[in-house]
């Protein structure tokens, strides 16, 4: 017996070594022949990405990677149920095996034999990746082998994490959706970050069929495969009991997607980085690039989340293009989102573009002040003839002007100004082109983007000093930086000016089209635009700033006259104020010394046009070196009531005053009742004591208020008393008792 055992070993062996040998050498036959397919990092590429891109802490920004139409979203930013709820369904072995999970072929082999067919697969994660990335879907022999060989040469090259990432970014989920991020979006209207525990179990349950296990196919197939991938997750300890009841617990929903053309932070910084380093999308993304930002994640997703939740409607019904940009005041870009095909793209900036290149630079040369008097009424410039949606206001000031958003006024400065230095002034913005008086509506040429507008305002908000706004701080390699912001800090507009146009846009805020902005217990700078007709309007706009931050809220598209500057864009950007300074008020805008508040007299002003000091008159902030120094000549009266009364008959009049009108009131009683005048005389008879006083009018204004006269009524009117009346004082006098 013994001696057989020895012989079956050796025999045993033999075999073994055969069938190895063979198995090597049929191996290797067959990875030298046109049938075997290699390796190839190339088509992992498509799929792969070695870009890092990192917030302003350091951070990696958990943002989808957008790839043309291909969205691509990092491990890092899904939750860890997220992933695992794919490694418990698909591959539990996943982080301990080398790409074979051996010991799960030979339960597929068993559970096949006895089924009589090829029922179950053992394919692992990676060797999923590979059949998706490299082979067909041929169920042979030499395409199992095929798939096993590549799978361990993919994990020699790629750390577990790295085949995760590419895998969820792969995998078909119906519905034209491939990847975990579209599926997110197709399927919940969400990003792959935002998944519940239930939506992940849905998701990884979808693959085996999306046809059949899709939320929006069958529901009850849907919550019963949902339901085995959720008991896996709490057998492997990946959830909690109650996290697993919980779950269960879940209604299956279907959310269509809404959004539309959506281009988030990350997509913008890879518009900036190609164009700085001159590459393309796909070899940026395939690079080892770190690329260093201002993101701030906390305000780019609760932006996001402003962004989701707006329900602003074109007149058609469909969600209207949505712009909105976060910077600090030296131009770094701190949260960004742009949804729809319009948002972003060169448009006309309405009214917001008055500011910074009419109203400001005027200032900067000291052509106007706040109280410079203009006349806003009907006016042809040549040909062109600027309206207001409200009609005329007549006399008025440039600080009201900019409030109310005023047309008319805007070009009559600009006129003033000259094209060619408002040019001058855009020019050190980043904004350059030959313009005409359009300009100071907002129709720039070539139009702007909310970009442009929000690096303009940010120097406004950086005391006149201009900065290019970017996303990017620095780009580095294994080699080093490739490239490194440095802020220019270029002087635009002088503190004094500056300030001028800033406290005038304070007041827009407080008391004109910005109004919905208005907060109690901090300052906010800001100008409304709007661009459209009685039919409609095509932009909505609004540019705001703080002593924190610069943002701008732009809506585009076929809109409703409902939605314009005023509207839609400010109530967005109040609510993102109150996201941004929920914990941390903005301090005032500086004063500079350069500037000093005065009182100009409001007669003067409004009815001469002259811009003359008063001690009680409409405050305005001047440049000490462009302020008036007149004072408002004070008008004083002196006049009296001239009062003749004889036997209570009463005659009254009263000096004539040229472009005076008097009125005369009688008073009784407390009571004070007009009378009328004839040539500024009046008569009556009294019959108890009165109070007369009048008032004198001013070109329509009352000017002046004369003393009280009062009249006493005398009972005794008789010349001769009788004898029998008792004397004055009370006592006869001799000649009276005499005589009696």
């Known amino acids: 017996m013994k001696k057989f055992w020895k012989v079956f070993g050796i025999v045993f062996a033999v075999i073994a070594v055969a069938t190895t040998l063979g198995g090597v050498l049929w191996t290797d036959r067959f990875r030298h022949s046109e049938e075997f397919v290699s ?88 060797q999923q990746l590979i059949k998706n990335t490299h082979l067909n879907r041929s169920k042979t022999l030499k395409r199992k082998i095929n798939e096993m060989m590549l799978a361990r040469e993919l994990e020699k090259n790629y750390t577990k994490n790295e085949i995760l990432e590419m895998y969820l970014n792969t995998i078909y989920f119906g519905r034209n959706a491939y990847g975990i991020e579209t599926a997110a979006n197709v399927y919940f209207n969400k990003s792959a970050s935002e998944l519940t525990v239930s939506e992940s179990a849905i998701l990884a349950g979808m693959i085996k069929a999306p046809n059949v296990y899709a939320p929006d196919k069958n529901a009850d197939k849907c919550r ?114 742009m949804r729809g095909d319009t948002a972003g793209a060169n448009r006309q900036a309405g009214s917001t573009l008055k500011p910074i290149a009419v109203y400001a630079p005027a200032l900067n040369e000291r052509i106007i002040t706040q109280a410079s008097p203009v006349l806003d009424e009907e006016t042809d ?20 002007a900019v409030a109310k958003s005023l ?15 408002s040019e001058k002034y855009l020019g050190k913005m980043g904004i350059n082109g030959e313009q005409n008086l359009s300009l100071a509506l907002g129709n720039a040429h070539g139009g702007l983007t909310v970009t442009d507008i929000a690096k303009c305002y940010a120097t406004l908000a950086n005391d006149g000093q201009y900065n290019d706004a970017g996303f990017i701080k620095r780009i580095s390699c294994s080699n080093g930086t490739l490239y490194s912001r440095r802020e220019q800090n270029t002087r635009v507009f002088q503190s004094g000016a500056n300030y001028l146009m800033t406290d005038m846009l304070v007041n827009t805020v407080n008391a004109g089209t ?70 941390n008020k903005p301090s005032k805008f500086a004063v500079p010394q350069s500037v000093i508040q005065l009182n100009i007299d409001k007669d003067s002003l409004y009815e001469d046009q002259l811009v003359l000091l008063s001690d009680d008159g409409e405050k305005f902030w001047f440049d000490k070196s462009n302020k008036p120094c007149e004072q408002a000549k004070k008008v004083t009266y002196d006049y009296k009531l001239n009062v003749n009364s004889e ?40 019959d108890c004591d009165v109070a007369f006083f009048a008032k004198l009018y001013v070109d329509g ?21 009788s004898r029998f009346d008792p004397p004055r004082d009370g006592f006869p006098d001799l000649t009276e008792f005499w005589y009696l």
């Open 701 to 721: 204004k009352l000017a002046y208020t004369t003393p009280v006269a009062t009249v006493h009524y005398v009972e005794d009117t008789d010349n001769e008393r």
């Open 39 to 126: 390796f190839d990092r190339a088509k992992l590429n498509e799929v792969y990405t070695a870009l890092t891109v990192l917030d302003d802490e350091g951070k990696q920004i958990h943002e989808p990677l957008y790839l043309n139409d291909y969205k691509q979203i990092p491990l890092s930013a899904l939750h860890d149920y997220t992933y695992m709820a794919f490694v418990a369904v698909e591959d539990k072995r996943f982080f301990s095996h080398k790409g074979i999970d051996f010991k799960r072929i030979g339960g597929a082999i068993l559970h096949n034999l006895k089924s009589g067919g090829y029922r179950e697969g053992a394919s692992t994660i990676s």
């Open 647 to 686: 036997h209570n008959s009463v005659s009254i009049s009263i000096a004539t005053v040229p472009n005076g009108t008097w009125e005369l009131y009688r008073q009784t009683d407390g009571r004070a009742v007009a009378v009328h005048l004839t040539d500024n005389k009046y008569a009556c008879t009294i």
């Open 407 to 421: 047309n008319v006024p805007a070009v009559k400065t600009l006129n003033a100004l000259t094209l060619p230095v």
């Open 381 to 400: 410039f040549n040909g062109y003839k600027p309206t207001n949606i409200g009609g005329y206001n007549g006399w008025t000031t440039i600080k009201y």
């Open 514 to 583: 910005a109004k919905l902005l208005k907060k109690s217990d901090y300052s906010i700078a800001a100008k409304t635009g709007t661009v459209g007709n009685a039919q409609g309007n095509s932009d909505a706009l609004v540019a705001a700033y703080t002593t924190q931050n610069t943002f701008c809220v732009w809506y585009s598209g076929d809109l409703p006259n409902e939605v314009n500057g005023a509207t839609a864009p400010c109530l967005f950007a109040s609510k993102l104020a109150d996201v941004m300074y929920s914990a």
């Open 224 to 337: 019963a495969r949902r339901d085995t991938v959720l008991k896996l997750m709490s057998e492997q300890n990946i959830i909690s009991q109650e996290a697993f009841a919980a779950a269960r617990a879940e209604d299956i929903t279907y959310s269509p997607q809404t959004a539309r053309n959506e281009r988030n932070y990350v997509y913008l910084v890879m518009q900036e980085a190609c164009k700085l380093l001159n590459m393309t999308p796909l070899q940026l993304a395939k690079s080892d690039f770190v690329i260093e930002t201002y993101c701030d994640q906390k305000l780019q997703r609760e932006l996001q989340s402003l962004v989701s939740a707006d329900k602003t409607l074109t007149k058609n019904g469909a969600l209207a293009d949505l712009s909105a940009i976060i910077l600090n005041n030296t131009g770094g870009v701190q949260a960004c989102l």
